[in-house]
Every structure is written in C-alpha cells, then in structure tokens.
C-alpha cells in the first residue's frame, strides 16, 4: 500500500490566519496510509519546494498531497516538484483549502478548519487511488495562420515571419492595412498613417515567408494547438493575379459608380476596384454586387422577359494584358497549421441610432473616420475639408464624444479608448488645413493616459485653440445651412447651444461584423460585444483560453496604434513560443473507454465538443468507442454522457471521486 | 379605422380652450365612419398637476375612465395628446401588481390594464385613403407633436421619439408638404403658461421660428396644450422678441377637415388668436 | 439662506436614498454627463440644472435639492429621461422630490408653479374636471396677482374659449372619494420616515 505524504501550507498569512494549520496536521496524521505531515511557510518558495522534495526522498512516500492554493496556480509548479524527486508528477493531489476555504469563510475560522480537514481527507482518499500517467509526444505544424491584415495582424504576420516561420495571412477585404489605411495622420505625433503603414503592407506583399490571401476568409478550424486545420474561403477577384500589372485602366473605365466604402461613401468607385491607390496586393476586385456583365448574366440565367440589361465587359476589352477572368470562381484551400492569431479588428458604431442627433439625416453630420478621410490627402476631397452638403469650408465644427461609448442606453458601458485623443488630433489638423477653423469638442472626460498624451490634448487647446465643453450633447438639428447643437456646459452649468457648419460624431469602436461568429468557429470565448475574450486581463493578455489561438489588436478592446502593434508583437512571440518547440506534450488527463462495458451507444460521441470520439471495432466485431487522445481536452462530458459506467477520465476516474465522497462521510 | 367604434374622451381642454378641437375631430370621425361613443361622465385625467404631486392620484384619476371604458367594451381614443398619455401610463401602471392592488382599493373595484387607448392621430392614420374634396396642394407643414404623444416609447409604444413620421404621412396624404425638422417633440411649456408664461414665450418662439425659416407656411399639432400654447401667445411673443410671427397653428383635425371639404368656419378656424384664413385664401384654401 | 464658506457632504444622505426607493431610480449612477440639462426646455430658467439636482442629491445637499426651482420648472417633457445614457429616468426623480416637498411642507422653490398644481388639483376635486376660467382666476388670485394674463383674457373669452361655467360631472363624489383614499393611503405606505432609515 502507498505512501502518503501531507503538506499544509500557510500562504503566509493567507490560509494560516483562518485556517488552524496545527489542526491540519493533526487531522491528518490520522488519515489512512498517512505516513508523513509537515506544514510550509510558502509551499511554492525554493525553500518550500526543497522541503517537499527531501520529504519524499527520506520518507520514501509515493503519494503526496499538498494543501494550499487552487490547483490553477500551481499545480503545474508541484507536479514539477515531485518528479523532480522521481515520484511520477500525476500522483499528486492538490487540497485548495486557500480559494475553496480561507479566503471564503474567513470569518469562522473554525468552520474553515474544519473544512480544509475535510478537504485533505478528501484528497488523501483520491490520491490513493491515482496511477502513474505518462504524457505523449505530438508532432506540430510549424506554421502561423494570422486572420485579419490590419496593423495588429500586419505587425505579427511580419514579426514571426522574420523570425524564419512561414505566415499565412487572410483578409476579408480586397486589400490589407485595415482602419489605419484610412487615416490621416496619427496622434501623439502626427505622423502620416500611410506613409508608416504603406511600407509595412509592401513588406508583407514580398516577404518569402508570408502568403498573402486577400478577399478571403476562415470558413472553419479544426484540430488543436499545433495541429489546426484551417478551411479558408478564398473569393473570386475575377481577374487573374498573375496577368494583371495593375495599370488601372479598368476601374478608370467602368462605367459603374457606387459609393465607396473605403471613404464612407463620400465619394464614389467603380465596380472593379482597389480600395485605394496604395493598397496591397494592388489587383483590383469585380464587386459582384454591381457589375453590370454580372447582373446581365444574372438575368439571362432567370430566363425573365424584357428588355436585357447591357453585356457591358468594358474593362474585359480594355484590359491590355487579359486579366479579367470570367470564369474565375471562389476556391476553398485546406491549410494545416500549429497557431492562430486572431487580429481581426473593429468597425465604428453605427450612429444612426441615435434619433436625437438626426439619425444620419443631416449630410453634415459625420463621423471622425468620415473626417479622417476628408482630411487625408489621398481621400475623396484631396484633403479639402469641405461639407457633404454643398461643398463649403466648414468654420465653425463640433466634435460630440461617446458616440456609442459609455452609454448603457446603446447597450455600450464601455469607453472606445481612442476618441478623445483622435477629436484633438482632428481639432489640431482642421486648424492646420484652415486657420479660420474654430473647434468645439464636448467631452464627458478626457482620457489621455498615454506618453505624451496629455501634453498633445493641451496642444489642441492651446495651438489649435480648440474650446473644450465638459458635457454631453442632447440634440443637433438644422437650422438652415447651420446644424444646431445643444448642449451643456456642465463646469458652468449652464445649458449651450452652437450653431456650426460641421459635426463630427466620435463614434465609438465595435468589434467588426462576424467577430462572434469566427470565435465560435475558433472555439474561443468572446464577451457581450464580442470582443475576444483573454486568458488572463494582466498576465495573459494575447492569448485566448484555446491554446494555440492568440488575440490582437481592437479584437481584444478598444486600443491605439501604438498598442495594437505591442499586441500583435507580443501574440507573435506567444505564438512562436509554440511554433519553435521540437514537438508538443499531451496532456494524459484525458477520456479513456472500457472496451469491455462499452455498449457502442454513441452518446459520448453527441457530447463530446471537441469531436474526439472515434469508433473502433473489436476482435469480436464489436463496434465501441474509442478515444482520440490528441484531441480530448479532459472535459468530462463523456463520462457523464456514458450510461455504462464505461468512460472514465485518467486522473479523475470514477472509482477515485467516489473514494473522495465516502471519505467524507466516514 | 373606419367603421370601428371608439370610446371618446375628449378631456376637459376640448370643453374649454380647445373647442374646436372638439369640433373637427367630430366632423372628421363622422366623415370617415370612426365612430365616437362619449364616455358617460368621464372626468379629469389630472394632467401633470396630479401625477407630478402624488404618483398614485396621477394613476387613480385615469384608471377612474380606464374602468368607465372598460364598462363599454370599447378601445378608447382620445384627441389630446396629455389625455392619451395619462390614460396610457396608468394602463402600462397598472401591470405592476402592487400598483393596481392599491388602485383597485382607491378606486373600490379592480381595473385591468388591458383597456386600450389610441390617440386620435393613430386612429386615423391607420388609413390614409381619404376622400379628399380638396388637396391641401402648395401648403408647407410643419408637423408639431409636442412630448407626450411619443414620450417615453417605452410605454407609449407610438411612433418614434425623436423624429416622428404618423402626422407627417397623414399630412401628406393631404397633398400638402410635411417639411422636416428638428423640433418635432421639442416641449413648448406644456401646462405653464398660467403660472411662468415667460417660460412658456421662449419655448413657442424657438418653435415658431425654426418652423417658420424652414419655410413653413403652418404647424400642424394634436394636443390643445401644444395649440394654445403656440397659437395664444403669438402676439405676445411678437412684442418681446420684436418680430413679426403669424404662423398659424392648426389641429391636424382641422388640415383633414380642410381637405375633406368642411369650410373654415365649420372647422371653427375663426376661433384661433393667429387668424389662418389669410393662408388659407392665399393658398386657394379658404 | 447664509452661504457656506465651503460645502461639507454629510455623512448621511437621506434624500437620496428616498428618492432612489420612491422613484425606482438610481440616481448614484449618474456621471455628470449633463445631457439631461443640454435638453431639458426649462433648464436656463431653473436655479439648479437637472444635471446639478443629481449632484446635489448625490452629496446629500437636501435642503438645496429642495429648496430648488428645478423641481417645479420641470415640464415633465421627459426629454431628460429618453435620453439619459445611464438610462435614469430624470423626470421620475423631478416628480419624486415634488412629492417630498409636499409631504415635508417645504417652502417651493417657485411659488407659482407649485401653487398653479395645488389650484389645479383643488378644481378636479371639486368639479371633476378643468374649469379654464376658473383656474386662471383662483390661480390669479392664489398667486395674488389678480391682473395677469389680463391681456388674453378678452380675446379668448371673445373666441368662446373660456366657457363661464364649469362642465361638470355627475359623480363629483366619486372622484372626492379617490383623492380622499389615495391621501389615506399614501400616509400608509410612504412616510418617507420608513424609506430613510438608515444611510447605506
Ligand atoms: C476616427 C479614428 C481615428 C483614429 N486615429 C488614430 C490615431 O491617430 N492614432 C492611433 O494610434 N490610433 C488611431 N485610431 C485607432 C486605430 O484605427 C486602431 O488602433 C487600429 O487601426 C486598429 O488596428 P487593428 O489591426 O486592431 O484593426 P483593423 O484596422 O480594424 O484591422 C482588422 C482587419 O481585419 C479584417 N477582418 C475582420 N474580420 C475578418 C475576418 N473574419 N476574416 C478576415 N479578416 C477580417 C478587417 O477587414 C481589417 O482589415 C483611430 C481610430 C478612429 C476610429
Ligand atoms: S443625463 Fe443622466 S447621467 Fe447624464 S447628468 Fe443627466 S441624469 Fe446624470
Ligand atoms: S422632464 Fe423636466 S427636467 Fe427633464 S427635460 Fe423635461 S423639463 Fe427638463
């Protein structure tokens, strides 16, 4: 019979001022197959550590329990512990009487005892029953898949590529470069957007170890960390990548004109498109939507009566090297991978559900990326910032903060993070372009936090003399060729109302469109909103609680530029630290059938999330169930899901919980 | 709408300052075959001044008429707009279990909420095929339904709070125009302009004057409180602000009646401060 | 009233806590934000915004709060309260401390409004319904100032705007009966010694 050793740890002061660590010890001296109890100061000190492990070589003892913290901290530190000094690291069991016990009743110190002496003799039951468990070796793609091109996804695409691991990198939209593309300059430093992005993009475009898989996306993953299997959609461009030079006489020529989305419908593009002049890869796209050819061939198909719409193809006859490719139809690739980084960024709220600013009725209401792209000098108006309405030079402009931020109305307790700053950096700018701009931003607060944040803020006041108003405002209707704005000037308190030719709508940061669904896909948690959901807020905050899939960038929360690019370097260390690993270690807590109870039912195989039940059929003909082991995540559900008692979970198996049930009865 | 037989509150304004009011929504309502059943008897529905006191006496008063109607089998509808929305919270009230326990005492017998109340103005934009004799064609409205037709949604349940479209779509089916703008459920004073009549002046004038330099001809209102403040005060508000107004102030009623074919004085337009046959005559109407 | 050299917040915050039971609203959440004041209609002529009645009840400046025009220039618009992105419904809380200084006895912060509801009231008690003439006299008469409005009078009267006599209902006694029991009953249930025991 085993050897059981017991260490009750203080935790300082931490479970020793509830707990009575002496009655502890007493307790379980008296415990079956107990042959040895000693207490730690800090069990998982060097000291402490050093401790357990002479223990077990002296009092030769084959089984150890610690009591101490919740398993979630250290039981990995322990398991270390104990193979160092031989004993198999799974015949360990951890009694959390910390968590589970003195932080919980710290205010009956008695009952607390009682129930850590409960909690060990609960532990000393199971351990009894442990058996040696080995880990395997698996092997690893040693590959990345980054899904989304925007900086944060562009930064760690770059960043694991140079470090010699090849990158797949999908994009939704037809180009990389993400929200930043669209802007003009940047805070703290003003600094032109392009002209730091562009050359990242070109770099991404030509680096040997990244594919470039534009107008695509993820349609589903499989497998696990190191193994992922990846389906991505890749969308008919309808021109040939290979042929087009990229001369853009097409998009000239097209006779189809629809806004564009890249400038928030300020102005227009064809239906064979780039987004916009610098964009990577620079082939342009037939937006199926509204090509004319399309929608003949549309009405042919449905064989309708009438007149037919026109066959158009101008940019077919046009094209000097051939490239339009008619028949060119939406591939889906398999791609095997060992890590994912998640970068997929966010979209702006959408104002017009706020009835009381106009609800996008009036032209000269706008958002700060429509500003943005006013101002840039690559944008619809090449960089005049003139109003929608009827192309005059704004004077007087407003800038209305929380836009869709910390209004619980909107459903959106949150702050976006970066509005503040973006409203005195335009401020800053409308004054450069004009200096007869007078600006008026309305704030509930200012949040500036960042280094040489705050020093900017006051350059918004003091170079570009724009007038802060600490309030929120109510209402903006027009008046005129004038927009109306109420609101109040809450440090005065008094109501202000300001007639102005141009409102800018900080509207507040979202998690872009099907963020939710391709976290489902990806098996990772995302919050209310649907930005993705950390493993830990401050001490992991790249990575997803799926191991193998890291996060990035506006996908997490709300973040700047500068954050987004520390996010998407440090997921891509994060991600490295799996791709550089020789071959990965499975865990052996994991599901293992009993052939012979087994009845091959199958209702394992229903509730088993992670599709890791396989059937299997025995020397007798039998067909059972049988447990891929690479995939298993030690979950449960099975065994509870068995009515024959013939699934059980290593290290958790039903003979041992029921030892640790009974031992609390007797 | 048409064919179906309302119980009609009219509310104590349409007995009083908002006669025509009264008047037009009759003629209208026979016109169209809505039929209005008077309530025998109803009372006060006590306005803001009693729910603003006590918030029980605020629901008690119209859940008082809530059990009159109920007792008739009918939907109520009401012309004024303070009237449907004081009828509206007590039904919506009246949900809430202790509420109505302690209305039910009040008042000695329960009343369910289950009454239903529509303003006049949903009633009779439920369809908007009028039989028009004569198109309010060239005539530029600015639709006006104050706050408590709309506010808050969340009970009333009506039409948007913040730009609605009903009196808007029924006025253009008129063949007027409906202009649009942005104070549309803007307050014009309500119940003040006995006790702070200044207040009152301001809040018609920011009014009035948007309406006007947006270039409307008229406003358009379904509430006397919202008419008789608009309308009333109109010289007064000239004296103060130095500035000529005259914009008259219908009842939507009265727009309707127009085009349905009743003349002016059958409308009871001559009863209005702000005379509007001058508009009317310069626009063909009058 | 002498002004304090500064404001000390007491300790203990019974209005607040009134008035958070009685209207259902948590006024502690509000952020200052001010768009309740940006669109009320009233707020230029009050003496404390509706944004500032949050603060004040906040810090437990009661006697402020109450004494204060903003509870009675209040229109009850509820433009405040569709709009408030907390989602406090302000308007609530306007009616809420109305209520209070009419069980507290306190002096108006206008005297006019809140007489005009007391006229208000006293002429649905007594017919049934609104008797327009009758409550422009008493009010008149109640706010001692017999002459106002004098100049519409004429010309509403000469519309036949202002009927001579009140339209009065059969069941007087019936609504008699209602503000009688409701008045009963309110002493009953909120005394607002029973809501304020005690500060959180
Ligand atoms: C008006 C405005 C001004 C700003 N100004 C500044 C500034 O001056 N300085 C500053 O530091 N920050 C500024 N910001 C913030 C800045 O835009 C962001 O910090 C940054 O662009 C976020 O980058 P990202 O890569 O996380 O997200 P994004 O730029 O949104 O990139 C995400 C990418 O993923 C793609 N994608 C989304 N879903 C999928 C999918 N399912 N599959 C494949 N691809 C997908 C998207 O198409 C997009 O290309 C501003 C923001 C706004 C709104
Ligand atoms: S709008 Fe709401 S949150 Fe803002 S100040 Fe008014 S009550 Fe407070
Ligand atoms: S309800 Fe009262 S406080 Fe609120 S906006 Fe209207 S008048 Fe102002």
Redesign the pocket.
């Known amino acids: 019979m085993a050897r059981i050793g017991v260490f009750v740890c203080h935790c300082g002061s931490n479970i020793a001022g509830t707990v009575n660590i002496a009655q502890v010890m007493a307790a379980a001296q008296t415990m079956p197959l107990v042959t040895f109890v000693a207490d730690n100061k800090y069990s998982c000190s060097e000291i402490g550590q050093t401790a357990i492990r002479e223990a077990i070589l002296k009092q030769k003892l084959e089984r150890v329990v610690i009591a101490a913290c919740s398993p979630q901290m250290h039981e990995a530190t322990f398991r270390k512990t104990v193979a160092q000094a031989g004993l198999n690291p799974y015949l360990l069991e951890i009694a959390n009487i910390r968590e589970h016990c003195s932080w919980v009743h710290s205010n009956d110190k008695a009952a607390a005892t009682k129930k850590a002496i409960e909690l060990v003799k609960m532990a000393v039951a199971k351990v009894a029953r442990h058996e040696a468990l080995f880990t395997k070796e698996i092997g690893l793609t040693k590959k990345a898949l980054v899904?989304?091109?925007?900086?944060?996804?562009?930064q760690a695409a770059l960043d694991m590529a140079n470090a010699g691991y090849p990158v797949i990198l999908?994009?939704?939209?037809p180009t990389?470069?993400?929200?930043?593309?669209?802007?003009d300059?940047?805070?703290?430093t003003l600094d032109c957007?392009s002209c730091i992005l562009t050359p990242k993009m070109v770099e991404v475009a030509q680096h040997p170890n990244i594919t470039l898989l534009t107008y695509?996306?993820?349609k589903s993953v499989r497998g696990f960390v190191g193994n992922f299997e990846v389906e991505i959609l890749q969308r008919a461009r309808k021109v040939d990548a290979s042929k087009c030079t990229s001369c853009g006489i097409c998009w000239q020529k097209c006779p189809e004109k629809i806004p564009a989305e890249f400038n928030l419908g300020l102005g227009p593009r064809a239906a064979i498109y780039t987004p916009f002049p610098q964009a990577v890869p620079n082939i342009p796209s037939i937006d199926l939507a509204h090509c004319r050819y399309i929608k003949y061939q549309e009405f042919v198909a449905r064989g309708e009566e009438g007149k037919k719409p026109p066959q158009c193809r101008i940019c077919e006859r046009l094209c000097p090297p051939q490239a339009i490719d008619w028949e060119q139809s939406d591939q889906v690739l398999v791609e095997k991978v060992g890590a994912i980084v998640v970068?997929?960024?966010?979209?702006?709220f959408d104002h017009t559900r706020y009835g009381e600013f106009g609800a996008g009725r009036y032209p000269d209401v706008i958002?700060?990326?429509q500003?943005?792209r006013l101002l840039s000098a690559s944008g619809p108006t090449e960089g005049e910032v003139v109003r929608p309405s009827d192309g005059t030079h704004p004077k007087t402009v407003v800038f209305v903060s929380c836009v869709g931020s910390r209004d619980e109305r909107m459903g959106r307790a949150y702050c976006s993070n970066?509005?503040c700053?973006?409203m005195a950096?335009?401020a800053i700018l409308l004054k450069e372009h004009d200096p007869e701009v007078q600006s008026y931003i309305f704030y509930i607060d200012i949040r500036a936090g960042g280094k040489g944040y705050e020093e900017f803020i006051r350059r918004a006041q003091e170079e570009a003399r724009a007038i802060y108003l600490r309030g929120r405002i109510s209402h903006i209707y027009q008046d005129g060729k004038k927009l109306i704005v109420r609101g109040e000037d809450s440090l005065l308190g008094r109501p202000v109302e300001i007639a102005a030719d141009l409102v800018v709508l900080?509207?507040g940061?979202e998690p872009?469109?099907?963020?939710k669904e391709?976290a489902q896909s990806l098996n990772i948690s995302y919050d209310a909103h649907g930005f993705m959901v950390e493993a830990h807020p401050k001490l992991r905050p790249v990575e997803s609680r799926t191991e193998g899939i890291f996060l990035?960038?506006?996908?997490i929360a709300?973040?700047?530029?500068?954050?987004?690019v520390a996010q998407?370097s440090a997921a891509a260390v994060k991600a490295l630290a799996v791709l550089s690993r020789p071959s990965l270690v499975s865990d052996p807590m994991v599901a293992i059938v009993d052939p012979l109870r087994c009845t091959g039912c199958f209702a394992c195989q229903r509730a088993c999330a992670f599709n890791a039940i396989d059937s299997q059929v025995t020397r007798d003909g039998k067909t059972i169930a049988v447990v891929n082991e690479s995939l298993c995540k030690g979950c449960g559900l099975c065994v509870s899901a068995c009515r024959g008692v013939a699934m059980n979970l290593k290290g958790f198996s039903q003979q041992q919980l029921l030892a640790e049930v009974n031992a609390l009865w007797r | 709408m048409a064919g179906r037989t309302y119980a009609y509150y009219p509310g104590c304004a349409l007995h009083g300052t908002a006669r025509e009011y009264d008047v037009s929504a009759r003629l209208v309502c026979q016109t169209l075959n809505v039929k209005l059943q008077e309530i025998k008897d109803w009372s006060c529905c006590g306005a803001s001044s009693a729910a603003s006191l006590s918030p029980l006496l605020g629901i008690a008063l119209p859940a008082h008429n809530l059990k009159l109607a109920a007792a008739m089998e009918l939907p109520i509808t009401t012309p004024c707009a303070m009237c449907s929305y004081r009828l509206k919270t007590a039904a919506h009230e009246l949900k809430d279990e202790a509420t109505a326990r302690q209305v039910s005492e009040v008042l000695g017998s329960a009343v369910g909420p289950e009454v239903t109340v529509e303003p006049l103005l949903q009633v009779l934009s439920e369809d908007l095929s009028f039989p028009i004799r004569k198109p309010l064609t060239g005539l530029k409205v600015a639709c006006y339904y104050g706050c408590l037709l709309v506010r808050p949604k969340s009970v009333l349940q009506f039409d948007d709070e913040e730009n609605p479209q009903t009196m808007d779509r029924l006025i253009t089916a008129l063949g007027a125009e409906a202009i649009d703008w942005g104070l549309k459920t803007e307050c014009c004073g309500a119940g003040l302009p006995l006790a702070r009549p200044d207040l009152v002046h301001r809040l018609a004038y920011r009014i009035i004057s948007l309406a006007q330099r947006l270039g409307a001809d008229c406003i358009a209102t379904a509430c006397p409180m919202c008419q008789s403040n608009l309308d009333i005060h109109q010289k007064e508000i000239e004296a103060e602000h130095g500035e000529k107004l005259g914009l008259p102030i219908f009842y939507f009623t009265q727009l309707l009646g127009l085009a349905l074919g009743f003349t002016p004085r059958e409308l009871y337009l001559h009863k209005h401060l702000t005379n509007p046959l001058p508009l009317l005559r310069a626009k063909g109407l009058g | 009233m002498t002004i304090p050299d500064v404001i000390r917040p007491p300790l203990s915050r019974p209005l607040l806590i009134f008035i958070e039971a009685h209207s259902g609203q948590p006024v502690s959440r509000c952020n200052q934000c001010g768009k309740c004041t940006a669109g009320c209609p009233a707020a230029w002529a009050m003496d404390l915004t509706p944004r500032q009645v949050m603060r004040a009840l906040q810090l437990g400046l009661d006697n402020d709060v109450l004494a204060s025009s903003a509870i009675w220039l209040c229109l009850s618009c509820q433009i405040c309260s569709v709009r408030c992105p907390l989602e406090i419904d302000v308007a609530k809380v306007m009616h809420s401390l109305r209520h209070r200084t009419q069980e507290d006895k306190t002096h108006p912060g206008d005297k006019n409004i809140a007489r005009f509801h007391g006229v208000f009231r006293g002429i649905i008690h007594r017919y049934g319904r609104i008797y327009e003439l009758g409550l422009a006299g008493l009010n008149n008469m109640v706010s001692r100032r017999p002459w106002a409005h004098l100049k519409l009078f004429p010309a509403m009267l000469r519309k036949g705007k202002l009927p001579m006599r009140p339209s009065r209902i059969k069941a007087t006694a019936e609504v008699k009966n209602i503000f009688q029991k409701v008045a009963a009953l309110e002493e009953r249930f909120s005394t607002p010694s029973e809501l304020t025991k005690g500060d959180r």
Request: net charge negative; proline share 5%.
């Open positions: 899904i989304g091109g925007g900086i944060s996804g562009i999908v994009e939704r939209e990389i470069g993400g929200r930043m593309a669209q802007l300059k940047t805070f703290p957007s695509a996306e993820v970068a997929t960024g966010y979209q702006t958002t700060g990326i500003l943005e970066v509005c700053m973006y950096k335009q900080a509207t940061i872009s469109a099907g963020a391709l990035a960038g506006t996908a709300p973040n700047d530029i500068p954050g987004c998407g």
